[in-house]
């Protein structure tokens, strides 16, 4: 059992950077590929980006690569997701997941996932 917990969402303008981190409980963490995905009002959640268990591997969408990146530290039990240059379409509540599966996309495939923190960018 893994429990997740995000952090440093909040209200932002247009170009700012921040920075999430996923808190996770249980002592096999680092054994877990760790996601975020975002869910804006109205839309479908969608994947943001990934990390394998080592991090070694990461996966970002398109919509966010080069702007986005996502780390791990085993040793704290934490992810992190470090956001810059900003947009409004950026906006959604963002979520962390944890999958014993290898890195992947799809939702589906992740066991565990946090209650989400609200990031909002402004024009």
């Known amino acids: 059992q893994v429990q997740l917990v995000e952090s440093g969402g909040g209200l932002v303008q247009a170009g700012d950077s921040l920075r999430l981190s996923c808190a996770a409980s249980?002592?096999?963490?680092?054994?877990?590929?760790m996601g975020w995905f975002r869910q804006a009002p109205g839309k479908e959640r969608e994947f943001v980006t990934a990390i394998s268990w080592s991090g070694g591997r990461t996966y970002y969408a398109d919509s966010v690569k080069g702007r986005f990146t996502i780390s791990r530290d085993n040793a704290r039990n934490t992810v992190y997701l470090q956001m810059t240059s900003l947009k409004p379409e950026d906006t959604a509540v963002y979520y962390c997941?944890?999958?014993?599966?290898?890195?992947?996309?799809?939702?589906?495939?992740?066991?565990?996932w946090g209650q989400g923190t609200q990031v909002t960018v402004s024009s």
């Open positions: 249980g002592r096999t963490f680092s054994s877990y590929t």
């Open positions: 997941a944890a999958a014993r599966e290898r890195i992947a996309n799809n939702a589906v495939l992740y066991d565990y």
